[in-house]
Nanobody, 116 residues
Framework: QVQLVESGGGLVQAGGSLRLSCAAS????????MAWYRQAPGKQRELVTF???????TYADSVKGRFTISRDNAKSTVYLQMNSLKPEDTGVYYC??????????WGKGTLVTVSS
């Protein structure tokens, strides 16, 4: 059974930092591209960043220079370090895995709230 479990969300003031984690089980973690999405209230879910099997990273323009994705294959965990947070970063953050066979799995999300 595949599980992706996010943690680390919470309430933070603008300018603050949070570190999200996503622990995966039931997949061959190192074979998966791992991504973070977010969904703000009343908006569609959007891609924030992803990291390839080889460790290459891509970021949405809105978070470049502020967010950093990383992965620890030994722990089957992907991280999202979020610095200089803004109120517009508020939303539910979801972890997603994408396998070489094009199977996608999602976590249930963790809420990030940035107060102004």
């Amino acid at each position: 059974q595949v599980q992706l479990v996010e943690s680390g969300g919470g309430l933070v003031q603008a300018g603050g930092s949070l570190r999200l984690s996503c622990a995966a089980s039931g997949i061959i973690f190192s074979d998966n591209v791992m991504a973070w999405y977010r969904q703000a209230p009343g908006k569609q879910r959007e891609l924030v960043t992803f990291i390839t099997r080889g460790g290459s990273t891509t970021y949405a323009d809105s978070v470049k220079g502020r967010f950093t994705i990383s992965r620890d294959n030994a722990k089957s965990t992907v991280y999202l370090q979020m610095n200089s947070l803004k109120p517009e970063d508020t939303g539910v953050y979801y972890c997603k895995s994408h396998s070489v066979t094009n199977m996608d799995y999602w976590g249930k999300g963790t809420l990030v709230t940035v107060s102004s």
